[in-house]
């Protein structure tokens, strides 16, 4: 019989090094790629604003790859499990190959929806968008890794077995090949509404392009022109010093295979020792990714409560008008104001920056984690919930591995060594050199001991 595969995209918007796509197009005689928009399968983090924005791009960016290869995306929204149905009864679909998802309530609807299907279509799955599959990495207890350091001494040897799916010749033949199946009820992609009617986002397009071409672009600025500075320019935030492939790699524009793969050559010493040390501290990066896509796997309430319990209850303020103003970066505190003026502008924040604006929120201000994380999650382009979850427990010092209580950034202090000139103040906050800029929302210093004593009266130390 003549398979028909449905090739169902999700966090894997790109056409290279793709296992999905390979095998449905090697394996079927029609293959119908289709996206299925299910804001309420996330709840409750269905994508943020500009997560949206983002998605309604890298969906036209993939369109016109497949459209080069005469094939169509479908678009749906909707219940995933109803819509599929809907295309099989459509088309006579036999087969939906797609590749998986970590996040534990999108994987237990996989699982739910493969079930619950199993009877009227094969269904082929692949791992994909992490280096190792979460779950696969356990401690000598078979116990998930809570702290980052052995994490990191477990995979980091097995780096050099990787590998990326490297048939895009195979694959174009195999494309023009294949019967495109009409499926009538999809939809455009402007019904999907992914974009905010406010308007926010359109600034957006001047600082990002999202799809797979700009991914590998951008990659190949980094290899050009940072990486071999990486461990000594990551940190100033003024400088293009990281690769800013956050975005691309949380939507599968690209996948930290190829970003591994592409930086080999470095880590072995092809351009000296001290570009390797660079990019050994850039790989451990991407293993910092992997680490919070196991603590999410393993701990899914790490999302949403504390790791450690002992700040799950009569511990965090929620005052709205401090968090508004810290939203607006009105604080009076230029590198925090600066940072979030980065992220209103521009949808990303420098990872030093976001350091230093957590922790104002959650030390200074003693604001609950959850609604800096939610903040973040609307307006970053790279919003991630692995990623997001740890960044923000670690700040707050309430994850695994996290800070201890009493790091509390001093802002003064990381602006001196990180940006001693105010290269990135002046760039993002002009008006701080004004006479008038108001002075701090509280004092940096009887804050910082607020917060301290804080801390210590809640866990009694
Ligand atoms: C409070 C807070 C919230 C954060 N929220 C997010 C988020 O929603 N999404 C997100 O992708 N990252 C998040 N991060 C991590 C980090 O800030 C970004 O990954 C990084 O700034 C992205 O820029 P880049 O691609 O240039 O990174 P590079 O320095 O070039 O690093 C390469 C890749 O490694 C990964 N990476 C780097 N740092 C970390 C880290 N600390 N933890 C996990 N993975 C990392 C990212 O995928 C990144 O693209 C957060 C950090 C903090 C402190």
């Not at 929204?77 to 996040?103: D, F, M, P």
């Not at 935030?237 to 793969?261: A, D, K, N």
């Not at 209103?344 to 200074?364: A, C, D, P």
């Not at 984690?369 to 903040?375: D, K, Q, S, V, Y």
Request: charged share 25%; glycine share 4%; with cysteine.
């Amino acid at each position: 019989m003549a398979a028909t595969s449905i090739l169902w995209f999700r966090r894997d918007l790109r056409m290279q090094d793709n296992a999905a796509l390979e095998w449905a197009c090697e394996n079927s005689s029609a293959v119908i790629p289709v996206y299925i928009y299910s804001a309420d399968e996330e709840q409750p983090w269905a994508p943020g604003a500009a997560s949206r924005w983002w998605l309604h791009h890298s969906l036209l960016s993939l369109q016109s790859r497949l459209a080069g290869r005469r094939l169509k995306l479908y678009y749906f929204s909707g219940s995933s499990e109803a819509v599929i149905e809907k295309i099989i009864a459509e088309t006579g679909a036999n087969r939906l190959v797609y590749n998986r998802v970590y996040e534990r309530q999108l994987y237990e609807r996989d699982l739910r929806l493969e079930k619950n299907l199993k009877n009227s279509i094969d269904i082929v799955a692949f791992d994909s968008g992490l280096l190792f599959s979460p779950g696969t990495v356990l401690n000598s207890q078979q116990l998930p890794y809570r702290v980052f350091t052995p994490f990191y001494n477990k995979l980091r040897p097995q780096l050099s077995e990787l590998h990326a799916y490297q048939s895009a010749e195979t694959n174009d033949d195999a494309l023009k090949a294949l019967e495109n199946k009409p499926v009538s009820s999809a939809r455009s992609l402007q019904s999907l509404q992914l974009l905010d009617e406010h308007g926010w986002h359109e600034k957006l397009g001047l600082h990002w392009r999202p799809g797979e071409d700009e991914a590998h672009r951008l990659l190949d600025v980094f290899l050009e022109e940072a990486v071999q500075h990486y461990a000594t320019q990551r940190d100033i935030p003024s400088l293009e010093g990281t690769s800013r492939l956050s975005p691309y790699l949380h939507f599968g524009e690209i996948t930290p295979q190829q970003v591994c793969l592409a930086v080999w050559p470095l880590l072995e010493g092809e351009q000296g020792a001290s570009a390797s040390r660079s990019a050994e501290v850039f790989v451990k990066q991407l293993i910092w990714r992997e680490f919070a896509h196991n603590v999410l796997w393993h701990f899914p309430e790490t999302a949403t409560l504390p790791m450690d319990r002992r700040y799950r209850k009569d511990f965090w303020r929620s005052d709205i008008d401090d968090f508004n103003t810290w939203t607006k970066g009105e604080t009076g505190v230029p590198i925090i104001d600066a940072g979030m003026k980065q992220l209103w502008e521009t949808g990303w924040m420098h990872n030093r920056v976001r350091m230093i604006v957590s922790s104002f929120l959650t030390k200074n201000l003693g604001i609950n984690w959850l609604h800096g994380a939610r903040w973040f999650w609307d307006t970053l382009v790279d919003a991630d919930l692995a990623n997001n979850s740890l960044g923000w427990q670690w700040v707050a010092g309430c994850g695994v591995d996290a800070a201890p209580y009493y790091r509390v950034f001093n802002p003064n202090t990381q602006t001196r060594r990180f940006d001693s000139e105010l290269r990135y103040v002046e760039k993002w906050l002009p008006e701080h050199a004004q006479l008038d800029y108001p002075s701090p929302m509280v004092d940096l210093g009887v804050s910082r001991e607020d917060a301290l004593h804080r801390y210590k009266q809640h866990i009694r130390v």
